[in-house]
């Protein structure tokens, strides 16, 4: 029971570099979901996905890119990683048809210097 | 537009108390989920109770339940009796049914304290 699996739990990455935050769900969930969390804002979606070859822009989408080839990848890209870019970010996954929430991975920890 | 709001930034209660921290909620959809996760201070989100729309009775699980207010759009989590482990922060959220079923909604969330 895996469920929602996201690597690396912490990153600092130097202004410009790039990197990919991994994200992985072994539940057959259609959607998937990328959100960034910082102090006072509360969760903010970024990028999301409803099937394997579709996706979507969310609230917060400039900086990042993402692609879904499998249902069960959804890679979040950072090009050119910038200061305001430093957050925790989430990966998310869910049922297309279900009612219920989503389920989360725990996070990974994005510091840009 | 659909929104969340969440005006309490801190609550104190007293362990074995019960506390309610406040939600409401803004949309045009006639169908909506209502949900509340926990973010305890290690980081991880965990699911804690859903509210559909249509449903007639308050969502209750275990300690936690909902008192939702449909014509109000306010959908307020009530925590009974207290525990330490309470002490964590708080999201509400909430998904549409027909336009934006895809994509949860959070407020800001509400920052719990337990104190024994």
């Known amino acids: 029971n895996a469920g929602v699996t996201q690597t690396p739990k912490f990153q600092v990455l130097k202004t410009g570099q790039s990197m990919t935050l991994q994200c992985a769900q072994d539940m057959n969930h259609e959607y998937m979901s990328w959100y960034r969390q910082d102090p006072g804002m509360g969760l903010r979606l970024i990028h999301y996905?409803?099937?394997?070859?579709?996706?979507d822009q969310g609230e917060v989408p400039n900086g990042y890119n993402v692609s879904r080839s499998t249902t069960e990848d959804f890679p979040l890209r950072l090009l050119s990683a910038a200061p305001s870019q430093t957050s925790v970010y989430f990966c998310?996954?869910?049922?297309?048809?279900?009612?219920?929430?989503?389920?989360f991975g725990s996070g990974t920890r994005l510091t840009v210097v | 537009a659909q929104k969340i709001t969440q005006t309490q930034p801190g609550m104190f209660v007293q362990e074995k108390e019960a506390v309610t921290l406040d939600c409401t909620y803004d949309t045009s959809d006639q169908s909506y989920g209502l949900f509340w996760y926990k973010q305890p201070s290690s980081g991880e989100m965990i699911f804690l109770i859903y509210q559909g729309s249509y449903d007639e009775q308050n969502a209750t699980e275990g300690r936690y339940s909902l008192n939702f207010q449909k014509a109000r759009k306010s959908t307020n989590l009530v925590i009974s009796a207290s525990q330490l482990g309470d002490s964590a922060m708080y999201f509400c959220a909430m998904r549409e049914m027909n336009t934006g079923f895809q994509k949860l909604v959070f407020g800001t969330g509400t920052r719990l304290l337990v104190s024994p």
């Open positions: 998310a996954s869910s049922y297309s048809a279900a009612p219920g929430g989503y389920t």
């Open positions: 996905s409803v099937g394997a070859g579709i996706t």
